[in-house]
């Protein structure tokens, strides 16, 4: 059961223009919710984090919302650089303990392969 | 900022031979280390949370005698594919949180770069 989806295997978008990736969760104990971007025979690396108690963070080019009531959040990148070329993980934690993938480790999405066109 | 190294980058091994995997942390300390298996084009998955001295906890369906975790010191965690098969193929990730930064739930963690394992 996938408990964090990421619909869109693949974006592409065009140099300058805003790039939003999508990330829908199921499991409601989740309370933090993390960006994670990937390049090719790299590990992961942390972009971005927002908790439920609030709706949007920034951080320059880069915003996160986040809807509880709908479970989704998204990952808006304005304006997008050919440097943010990459796949893109949507991942969720949880404060209790106990909770898969929560604070024992990370519950990722399959990730968004982003392609940004010059 | 904090940084793991994950070692060998890439291994092919022979079908029923076992394989290490280190992950380090190179300079901070992690009593808890995480270990991920990624598919072609699907999530990372947890496997097991290494810790520090003690015993591993392996996330359900990861067989404990198939995945062996060692985490002997503050900086290092090794997982060894056993009697590897074809099937054991995959990219293997190790994470870490910077303790010394806090350790809860929503510090980010930090990921080698992986381990390509390929099975003959």
């Known amino acids: 059961d996938q408990q964090v989806k990421q619909n869109s295997p693949s974006l592409s978008v065009q140099e300058g223009r805003i790039s939003i990736l999508n990330c829908d969760y199921t499991n409601s104990m989740f309370d933090y919710f993390l960006w994670y971007k990937k390049y090719p025979a790299e590990g992961p690396t942390f972009l971005i984090s927002?908790?439920?108690?609030?709706d949007k963070n920034e951080d320059g080019r880069f915003t996160v919302f986040l809807n509880k009531s709908a479970k989704h959040l998204s990952l808006h990148i304005v304006p997008s650089q050919p440097g943010d070329s990459a796949v893109y993980f949507c991942a969720a934690s949880a404060s209790l303990i106990g909770v898969r993938g929560g604070a024992d480790g990370l519950t990722f999405g399959k990730g968004t392969h982003l392609i940004i066109q010059p | 900022g904090a940084v793991v190294s994950q070692h060998p980058s890439w291994v092919i091994c022979k079908s029923g031979t076992s394989v290490k995997i280190e992950c380090r942390s190179l300079?901070?300390?992690?009593?808890?280390m995480f270990w991920y298996r990624q598919f072609p084009k699907q999530s990372l998955m947890l496997m097991a949370t290494s810790n520090e001295g003690s015993k591993a906890t392996y996330e359900q369906g990861v067989e404990k005698d198939k995945f062996l975790i060692n985490h002997a010191s503050l900086t290092l965690s090794t997982l060894t594919v056993t009697s590897a098969h074809p099937e054991d193929s995959s990219f293997y990730i190790c994470?870490?949180?910077?303790?010394?930064?806090?350790?809860?739930?929503?510090?980010?963690?930090?990921f080698g770069n992986g381990t390509r394992l390929t099975v003959t």
């Open positions: 927002i908790s439920s108690i609030k």
């Open positions: 300079d901070f300390q992690a009593t808890t």
């Open positions: 994470s870490a949180r910077d303790e010394g930064a806090g350790s809860s739930y929503n510090s980010p963690l930090h």
